[in-house]
C-alpha cells in the first residue's frame, strides 16, 4: 500500500468523488437533523448534508457553532431529537454508537481518541473489537501502512507524539474496515508540518476508497484537500459547494477564513495547491 507522504506531492489533489445535488446513491445523506446534549438545548439545528462513496468533505466554521455535536450525532454518540440519517441507503439515526460502527461509519473524536496507557497494539485490539475475524489480518495491514505503529506497538498510547497520536487514532477507527469516516479536528494542536503530513494520511486513504467527513479548524487547508465543504454556522450549514469555490469565496473567507488569501496555499489554476506533503514516518 502506498503511503500518502512517500512521494512529496507538488499538487495537493482533491479528494474525488461527484459534485452536484444529493442522490440515492449518496453514502451519507443527513436531511433535517436536529439534537444537542439536552431535550431543551438545541445545538444542531435542522442541518442538511451529504457525503458521496469516495469523497473527503470538510464541515468548518466558527467556535461553538455545533460542528462536533454534529458528528457526534451522526455517530450515535448522541441521540438525533429530529431528522434523518441514511447511511448506505439505510436509516441510522438513534441506531446507538456500536451499530452504526459496525454499519461501516467510524468517529475518530475530537479529544481522548486513544487510550493512553495501554500500548499501540493493545489500542488497534480495541478498534478490532467489533470484527474479531478480521482483526489480526486487518492490524497486519495497518502496521504495513503505518511503519511508526509497528515500530511502537509496544510502546505505550501516551508516549507517541500529537501526529503519531492522531496516526494512530485513525488506525483504530480503520480496524472497522469503514466506508465512511468522520474525523473531528485531526490536526488540532498539531505543527504545520505534522498537519501537513496527516493531511496527506487522509489523501492516501481516501485514494483506497474511504469516504472522509472532516471538521477542520484549519480551514484553508481543509478546502485544498477537500472536493466538497460545508460551513456550519449556528447549528445548520449556511454555505455549500465545491471547496475550491468557498475558498474563493469573499463572504466566506471573511467570516471564517480571516478575510485574507493564505500565499502558500494561492491557486494559480483554480484547483490545486502549491505545496509539498511531508512524510508520515
Ligand atoms: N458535553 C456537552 N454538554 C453540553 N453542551 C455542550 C457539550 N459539548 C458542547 N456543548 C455545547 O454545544 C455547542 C456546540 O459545541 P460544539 O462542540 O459542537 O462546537 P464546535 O463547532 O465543535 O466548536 P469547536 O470549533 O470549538 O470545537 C456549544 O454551545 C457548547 O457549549
Ligand atoms: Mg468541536
Redesign the pocket.
Known sequence: MSQAGNAARGNIPRGSGPEGDASPDDLLNIVGLRG???AA?E??KGADLRVAPGEIVALI????????????LVAGLLRPSGGSVRFKEREIAGLGAPAISRAGLSFVP?ERNVFGTMSVAENLEMGGYLDGAHAKKRMAELYERFPMLADKRRAAARTLSGGQRQILAMAIALMNAPDLLLL??PTAGLSPRAAEELFGTILALNEIGVAILM?E?NALEALTVAGRAYV?AQ?RPEHEGRAADLADDPTVRDLFLGGKAAPMLARSDGESSNREMGNNT
Open positions: 444537542g446534549y439536552a438545548d445545538i444542531v466554521g466558527p467556535n461553538g457553532a455545533g460542528k462536533s455535536t454534529l458528528l457526534k475530537q473531528d479536528e471538521v479548524q456550519l447549528g
